[in-house]
């Protein structure tokens, strides 16, 4: 059974900074893509970012120049560096491996 348990998020001011992480159980985490993707409140859920198991990304057109996504397989652990943070990015952001299983999911909420 694997399970993804994400953390890191919580309340930061304007141009502020957070580093999620998402810890995977159950699989062997270096075989597949991992990926970030957030909900707001009354919108679809968007990609933020994913990295392949060779470590290639990809990001969303909002967050291109400000987030960073990386994987440490040795952890099974997947990290976001957020820097420059907007209010818009405030959010529910989740993992996810393989585009199959997801996580219970992290709030970001972002102060103007």
């Known amino acids: 059974q694997v399970q993804l348990v994400e953390s890191g998020g919580g309340l930061v001011q304007f141009g502020g900074s957070l580093r999620l992480s998402c810890a995977a159980s159950g699989t062997t985490f270096s075989d597949y893509y991992m990926g970030w993707y957030r909900q707001a409140p009354g919108k679809q859920r968007e990609l933020v970012a994913i990295i392949t198991s060779r470590g290639s990304t990809n990001y969303g057109d909002s967050v291109k120049g400000r987030f960073t996504v990386s994987r440490d397989n040795a952890k099974n652990t997947m990290y976001l560096q957020m820097n420059s943070l907007k209010p818009e990015d405030t959010a529910v952001y989740y993992c996810?491996?393989?585009?199959?299983?997801w996580g219970q999911g992290t709030q970001v909420t972002v102060s103007s």
């Open positions: 996810t491996y393989n585009f199959k299983y």
